[in-house]
């Protein structure tokens, strides 16, 4: 479990597997602890959002008229990459505008 935190924001945590990913996402070597540094905010929310953007238009592209059936099927609905790098984008969106870094670290 590797958790980001800030003085600006709540924690985010995330399986290991899929923070590695937000990591290599936003241009950052996988370490036990490491800092986005102000500076390095607006290109990293940059980054996380044009993979949002194609994770969304990829999963509308790929929609099934029979998705809305999931809840009666009890089959669990896709969750994809932007769902899971939202909550890290907000993070560092709040962040920037406090002027606050975000470290992450094994926990």
Known sequence: MITFQSDASGDVMMFDEVAHRMMDLMGKEHSRRGVITVEQMP?????????????????????????????????????????RALPLVELLERSLVREKPVLWGLY
């Open 43 to 83: 290109e990293c929310i940059a980054r996380l959002k044009a993979v949002i953007a194609e994770d969304r238009a990829r999963a509308r592209a790929q929609a099934n008229p029979r998705d809305d059936e999931t809840e009666e099927t009890g089959v669990a609905a896709r969750v994809g990459l932007a769902q």
